[in-house]
């Protein structure tokens, strides 16, 4: 899963940082199909979630500096 992201500032449209993460989720395809789809799924909400913490914690150190 790969992001792109822009943090401007809301009063001019100057942009403050940009950047770009990416997460990877492993899963493990169960025999059944629909587990196969509940697995897929899963790993991808899992790097959703991690993309997201990569993100904040990107912003939180710049805006720490």
Same mark, same amino acid.
């Given at each position: 899963?790969?992001? %792109? !992201?822009?943090?401007? $500032?809301?009063?001019?449209?100057?942009?403050?940082?940009?950047?770009?993460?990416? @997460?990877?989720?492993?899963?493990?395809?169960?025999?059944? %199909? !629909?587990?196969?789809? $509940?697995?897929?799924?899963?790993?991808e909400n899992r790097a959703a979630r991690e993309l @997201?913490?990569?993100?904040?914690?990107?912003?939180?150190?710049?805006?720490?500096?």
């Open positions: 899963l790969k992001a %792109e !992201y822009t943090l401007k $500032r809301r009063s001019t449209g100057e942009v403050l940082r940009t950047g770009h993460r990416s @997460a990877v989720a492993l899963v493990d395809f169960p025999g059944q %199909e !629909y587990a196969k789809l $509940r697995a897929t799924r899963d790993a @997201a913490e990569l993100i904040r914690a990107d912003l939180a150190t710049w805006v720490g500096r």
